[in-house]
């Protein structure tokens, strides 16, 4: 199912019995996240699915209600659903995209429901209440940070982009000034979308057209077993290396193992959306200080760390 709305009748009955829980208003929590259309998504979904079922059992006066979208249309029609039919008193959305969620969740915010973001930031800055993401402008400057010592001057890469969002923007313009005076040169960018589909046939455009690529950001994961499978069927693996970024475990296996062609990961942990539903709850149950922003740094994961970074049992 695409939306997961969670009940608590259990919790509820309870409330009828117990006196100090009876006096207690609930509170209804709206998570609007995309749908796990790829591997960091996968485990996004994963972890929040997780978090709620934790947060259920912690505080039986929160219900919460989860919608999965496909497209930004669909996430903007789960939000006003939300409000209109369940009365929520927080909203945690990570944005399908930055430009069309803007103005639905500014108007959700002017109705005096808290709002946390999750990763990929509204286009307008300030609306929401809290902000939580990785590191963004840390994935991109450490990536760039390892092409600038692994590669010469003159030498050739191409890059590809995330979902045209704020997020995207923030990892780029660091990759790039972290390059900056290295003297490498960048041959092309497109967008993949953060998809290996679109990854693999915006790969093998760029194959097509440059002779001489040295190595290759896909800055993600799923985007680089896109490009990987491209250059592989182009017959080039030998010409050039792949980084990616988020620790998918089976890009971190293939880091611990010595391929050559992927020396090194970025983390961007999908658990983020963990770390939001629980702050914004801790938020709603109590008078605790949750507003703000909340930044989980990235770390470069290479063969010598990448055993503490591989889960075989995680859904990414």
Do not use: C
């Not at 017959?235 to 611990?256: C, L, P, S, T, Y």
């Amino acid at each position: 199912m695409n939306r997961r709305t969670i009940f608590k009748g259990a919790a509820l009955g309870l409330a009828l019995v117990a006196g100090p829980v009876a006096a207690q208003e609930t509170k209804v929590i709206g998570v609007a996240i995309p749908s796990a259309t790829h591997g960091f998504m996968g485990g996004l979904n994963y972890h929040a699915q997780a978090a709620i079922e934790r947060l259920e059992a912690t505080y039986p006066q929160l219900d919460f209600v989860l919608a999965t979208a496909g497209d930004a249309g669909k996430m903007v029609n789960d939000i006003e659903d939300m409000v209109a039919t369940r009365n929520i008193s927080a909203l945690v959305v990570l944005p399908f995209e930055s430009e069309p969620l803007t103005a639905p969740v500014q108007a959700v915010k002017e109705q005096g429901i808290w709002v946390t973001v999750v990763d990929r930031g509204l286009s307008v800055p300030g609306i929401e209440d809290l902000y939580v993401a990785g590191d963004n402008t840390g994935f991109g400057r450490v990536a760039g940070e390892y092409f600038a010592e692994n590669l010469k001057e003159g030498d050739n890469v191409v890059v590809l982009r995330g979902i045209p969002t704020t997020l995207d923007n923030e990892r780029v313009d660091a990759f790039q000034a972290a390059i900056e005076g290295s003297g490498i040169n960048v041959l092309d960018m497109q967008h993949g979308n953060w998809n290996r589909d679109d990854a693999f046939n915006v790969m093998q455009d760029f194959l097509s057209k440059y002779d001489d690529i040295d190595a290759v950001w896909a800055a993600d994961d799923d985007m680089a077993i896109g490009v990987l499978e491209a250059i592989s069927q182009a017959g080039r693996d030998d010409e050039m290396w792949v980084v990616g970024g988020a620790g998918m475990k089976e890009i971190i296996k293939r880091i611990m193992d010595g391929d050559p062609m992927l020396p090194v990961n970025v983390t961007y942990p999908p658990a983020q959306i963990a770390t939001a539903i629980e702050l914004t709850a801790l938020g709603q149950v109590s008078d605790t200080p949750v507003a703000g922003r909340f930044i989980i740094g990235s770390q470069r994961i290479t063969p010598d760390n990448a055993e503490q970074f591989y889960f075989p049992d995680s859904p990414f």
